[in-house]
């Protein structure tokens, strides 16, 4: 299916700072302030409750399912990958769901910086890539300047979730959270993650991993009170 310009989010200016059209022909620019924050009031045809945040929605069917079961709530899915990006749209279509969602086809950490302080009242990083070679592991999105990002969009007492099939990243990310000091959560104990969440729907993805013998693991976390 083809991209609609009501459906994207405006893409930020890239490093340089030169602002760039909105995809999709859209007729806005991007201001050259690269600290510009989104203005997010009428990002929607009509209003929402609360404002969800999924980085990396890959074919979609998560994101879709929080759609068709939240009907108040407005969303934004950050995926730069198109298939990913055409898969969620023909989840969308066929739902007649797609007015609460924006789409934003680029790197999750540029519109971190560009979200409001406190204005996402959940957040879902759903098996990211775990680059697991040693000399990859900068390149993984959970880091200390990222969570600090995701302390400062999300509201206070909500919900941060993350899954991951990958052993080594689980244990990245357990220690890299606990370090940040902004969540409260689950310990460094097998025993104290959660199994899967109950608004969860079986992914393609998740069906592989099971196939192949990894476990995903469910980690929810909570903004502590600033």
Not at 131 to 151: Q, S, Y
Not at 183 to 191: A, I, L, V
Request: charged residues 30%; contains cysteine; proline residues 10%.
């Amino acid at each position: 299916p083809r991209l609609r310009a009501q459906t994207r989010l405006p893409a930020p200016p890239r490093p340089s700072g030169a602002a760039r059209a909105c995809p999709a022909g859209a007729s806005d620019r991007v201001p050259d302030d690269e600290q510009a924050r989104l203005e997010l009031n009428g990002l929607f045809p009509a209003p929402v409750r609360d404002l969800w945040l999924e980085i990396g929605f890959g074919a979609g069917e998560h994101l879709a399912h929080q759609v068709r079961t939240n009907p108040d709530v407005g969303f934004i899915g950050c995926e730069p990958f198109v298939q990913g990006v055409a898969g969620l749209l023909r989840h969308l279509e066929a739902d007649g769901t797609s007015g609460r969602v924006r789409i934003f086809p680029d790197d999750a950490r540029l519109l971190l910086d560009r979200l409001p302080d406190a204005s996402i009242g959940r957040l879902f990083v759903l098996f990211p890539d775990p680059w697991p070679k040693n000399r990859h592991h900068k390149r993984r999105l959970i880091d200390a300047e990222t969570l600090a990002g995701f302390a400062r969009i999300l509201k206070d007492g909500t919900e941060f979730r993350w899954a991951s099939d990958d052993m080594d990243y689980v244990e990245w990310t357990l220690e890299r959270v606990a370090a940040s000091g902004a969540f409260s959560g689950p310990e460094q104990r097998s025993g104290d993650w959660p199994s899967q969440p109950a608004d969860w729907p079986e992914t393609r993805y998740e069906q592989k991993a099971r196939a192949a013998g990894r476990a995903p693991v469910f980690l929810r976390y909570v903004r502590i009170p600033r």
